[in-house]
């Protein structure tokens, strides 16, 4: 089969790779229908992170189609569509008793999809724990809908989540990139009174304004300019909450600063390259006492939490696929849309790629 694969750092190409096996009674092989390339591919390709082995299947964002499933899967046959969550938890590890979903075992356990096992990037791919981990698309949803709910909704949804966002709140997001106006639908949705949304990528405007921002503040006024307003506007209180999902090392300092005393929350979904550590202002935390909360997140994952957001496309409360503004067609494109992402044009929010030409 087709596989788009790490070769080596910074060097990803097509390569015809084995078909995976179905190993396991609970698992299942995949066809991909759909995928979207991420920014945190670019990352596994261009970045710095941990050593990828070789010839590692990338991706992990997709709907697919149910190849074969194994003997004891009980809710999922050949032929269903699904969509397949970025975060696939390990569901036998013991740590899920404790609600460790996302890091069970070991860190970044569930983010495995194309990091530490082969990725949705290929004409099949292969999961385990089918029935935990598949999430079934109703009839009358748009695949383009799912596709955005396995990630970029879902990690924007768990920024308005962590944040704990209350009726009435006042909140900030910063970047305005997929998942921040996914974290800005959220916070609408979850009854943040005035949601402030911080970026310039034209294509992103219109839509956060739709998904609720009030109002939009362009990054290159300056950070000093940017707290002096939000704080002069909050009678000097600073917001309730920030949801930091764009930007720079320097917002992580940004958000402390503008955010409440006493009940403020600072919600990170943003990776961080490089090995300085991520700024924390001394005066701003109150030296350490302030009371500000600092939460660092991934999407939630696994099947329930899929379903459930899949329900908010079904009934109308979303439309994730507003954020597909690239499509390519037959996975041999996939390597432009690998660099469309790596580029970020500034017409560029997400990308959906059809397997099939
Ligand atoms: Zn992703």
């Given at each position: ?25 609970y ?23 941990t ?5 590692l ?19 999922f ?15 036998r ?23 530490t ?53 006042s909140?900030?997001?910063?970047g ?11 916070a ?18 219109n ?92 999407g ?6 899929i ?26 494109n ?24």
């Amino acid at each position: 089969m087709k596989a788009f694969v790490l070769e080596e750092r910074n060097k990803a190409v097509i390569k015809d790779m084995p078909i995976p096996e179905l190993d396991s009674d609970y698992g299942a092989i995949l066809k991909p229908v759909a995928v979207s390339v991420c920014s945190s591919d670019v990352n596994t390709v261009y970045g710095s992170g941990t050593k990828k082995r070789e010839d590692l299947i990338l991706g992990h964002e997709s709907v697919a189609e149910v190849f074969e499933v194994g003997k004891k899967v009980k809710d999922f046959k050949r032929g269903d569509l699904v969509a397949v969550p970025a975060m696939t938890p390990n569901w036998r590890d013991i740590a899920i008793q404790e609600k460790n979903f996302l890091h069970a075992g070991r860190p970044f356990s569930s983010n495995a999809l194309g990091r530490t096992i082969d990725g949705v990037f290929a004409e099949y791919f292969k999961l385990d724990d089918a029935d935990m981990n598949l999430a079934r698309i109703d009839e009358g949803i748009d695949v383009e809908d799912a596709l955005m709910c396995v990630d970029m909704v879902t990690t924007g949804f768990s920024g308005a989540e962590s944040a704990d966002i209350r009726f009435g709140d006042s909140v900030v997001v910063i970047g305005i990139g997929a998942v921040g106006l996914m974290a800005i639908q959220a916070a609408a949705l979850k009854g943040a009174a005035r949601i402030i949304a911080i970026g310039s990528r034209a294509a992103s405007i219109n839509l956060a304004k739709k998904y609720g921002a009030c109002e939009i503040l362009d990054y290159k006024q300056g950070e000093a300019v940017l707290k002096e307003y939000i704080l002069s506007s909050t009678g000097g209180l600073g917001v309730d909450a920030v949801i930091i999902c764009g930007g720079t090392d320097e917002s992580f300092a940004f958000a402390v600063d503008i955010v409440k005393y006493g009940i403020g929350r600072v919600v990170n979904l943003k990776h961080y390259p490089g090995e300085e550590p991520i700024p924390i202002p001394k005066f701003s935390a109150g030296r350490g006492m302030s009371g500000k909360s600092i939460y660092m997140e991934l999407g939630a994952g696994g099947r329930v939490r899929i379903e459930r957001l899949l329900n908010l496309v079904k009934y109308n409360r979303i439309s994730p696929k507003d954020l597909i503004t690239h499509r390519f067609y037959g996975l041999d494109n996939i390597d432009k849309a690998l660099e469309l992402m790596r580029v970020k044009p500034k017409d560029l929010i997400k990308t959906a790629l059809y397997i099939k030409v």
